[in-house]
């Protein structure tokens, strides 16, 4: 299967419940590439790379959250290779600052 990137914005009570957490630990199960980080507005905002399925499959698992958030949208659009730079250096993923 393919690969690709994929940005998501996820809205809804998403900050301040382990959401970060819960990304970042369903990535690395994957095995996916990315980061995630809080935005001021509220929301949280996450890059996926990697395998068509299991992109698909995390964006899914982003989209219900773990059971403290409730998300109420969550917006995907696709994303260049050059999104991965944000990362930090030798980090496969990232928890990066609020944004």
């Given at each position: ?7 998501v914005s996820v809205q809804g ?87």
């Amino acid at each position: 299967m393919s690969a690709v990137i994929r940005q998501v914005s996820v809205q809804g009570r998403v900050q301040g419940v382990g959401y970060r957490a819960f990304v970042e630990w369903e990535a690395a199960g994957r095995d996916l590439e990315g980061w995630v980080r809080n935005r001021r507005d509220g929301s949280v905002e996450a890059l996926f790379a990697g395998p068509a399925d299991a992109v698909a499959e995390m964006i899914a698992r982003c989209r219900r959250g773990p059971s403290s958030a409730h998300v109420t949208r969550l917006d995907e659009q696709p994303a260049d290779a050059d999104a991965l730079n944000l990362r930090r250096p030798g980090e496969r993923f990232s928890v990066l600052p609020t944004l």
